[in-house]
């Protein structure tokens, strides 16, 4: 499973969010490093949140960013759980400075969708 951050722009005539158009893409993440992240970025109402302010959300990204330089986020090791006759599982991990990498690609994109026009960051 995936989750997707999405730029809006917030129509006040009609009170409701509009989708910022394709050309500045989508940024996705699994579900669990996208629980990483938002909990970095300071949210506790992850999956209920509803659109951000943009310039408010690139205020917790930048901060984010500025607290993790010189400091890379943990190598989580590949595991694998395997019993007989049961279901194998395996969890890919992830590099050390993953998040960081990742952040930095969320504030390029949410920075160009401010440019673009976007009002609001938004994720489901």
Sequence with gaps: MTVSFYPYVFDAVAERYVLAGAENGTFELSNANAFDLLSILGFEDLWS????????????????????????????PVTVDEMPGQLIVID?????????????????????????????????
């Design 49 to 76: 949140a509803p659109p951000q302010p943009i310039a408010a959300f690139l205020g917790r990204l930048t901060a984010a960013l500025r607290k993790s330089t010189g400091r890379p986020s943990a190598e989580i």
């Design 92 to 124: 890919c991990g992830r590099s050390e400075g993953y998040l960081n990498r990742r952040l930095h690609e969320l504030a390029i994109l949410v920075q160009q969708s401010k440019e673009a026009g976007a009002t609001h960051v938004g994720w489901g």
